[in-house]
């Protein structure tokens, strides 16, 4: 018997992309950086959901990503299907285990359609979803177990958000760096303040995005770690055909990556046409030697 069914295919039709039909079920993938875990998929297209454990944040909210249930916050990028498509079935499976409606936070001008998709849910079901939606506007923030989350617009065809993750933390005061220890705690109960605020620009995670994004931002050129979305990385679809659709092409990181300041770069939603090993050969081939050793492809 043939082990798999043959694609008969039709007169005028195009020919079966068996490759494709593999590729769209890529599966989930984890990546350990500077103390961050990044677990989930994002591939092009398909499914982008990415979970960070150490910040008990996930980003998207893509169908059938194991382990979406034990997060309580959710920055969600823009409204396309592939990000935030599993998000109702996510919510009710978060009921069936008493687990609470998650806190989702959304460009605001998805707020309202997302409102109706939930209310025909409920006429469909026969039973009420709650669901803790936020509008966001480009420079507000979320605040988070360390810190805040804030966004900034991104560049897409539909309204999107980047989401750049700040961990604040209290540190001495520079001029009082060599001071003795027993003169600090003197200061101290005297009622002097001897610390600062020191806020680090720890994690962005673009969403869809052109380049623009990386051009305008500085701080997200900034940050520690950064996930980028790199949709196409060859000729099939150069860098203007890839912008048509609101993505960025690899070439277009190849010319900045050398302005890219800190310490990860992490390239995700991979078109399903380009396999995890030839991104990887693009990196060793073409990323400039400067910041090769920083960069990390994602998903399988």
Partial sequence: MDPEPKLRRLKGSKP???YVDHRMDQGDDELHVCGLTLRGVACGGIRTCLMVPELGIMFDAAPRTPGQLRYDTILVSHGHQDHLGGLPYLVSQRHMVQAGPPSVHVPQEVVEPLRRIFEAWAEIEDFSMAVDLHGHAPGSTVPWRDGVARCVRSVHRVPSLAWIVERHTERL????????????????????????????????VTGD?????????????????????????????????????????????????????????????????????????????????????KVHVFGT
């Fill in 209 to 293: 995005t052109q380049i623009e994004l990386f051009d305008r931002e500085p701080l997200v050129r900034r940050c520690t770690v950064l996930v980028h979305e790199v949709t196409g990385w060859d000729d099939r679809r150069g860098p203007e055909d890839v912008r048509t659709w609101g993505h960025t092409h690899v070439d277009e990181v190849i010319e900045r990556a050398e302005r890219f300041e800190g310490e990860a770069l992490v390239l995700v939603h991979r078109s399903p046409r380009h396999t995890r090993a030839e991104a990887e050969a693009i990196v060793r081939r073409r990323f400039p030697a400067a910041v090769r050793d």
């Fill in 16 to 18: 079966p992309l068996r």
């Fill in 173 to 204: 005061r520079s001029e009082l760096h060599g001071v003795p220890g027993p003169e600090l705690g003197q200061r101290r109960r005297a009622g002097e303040v001897i610390t600062e605020r020191h806020v680090e620009p720890l994690l962005c």
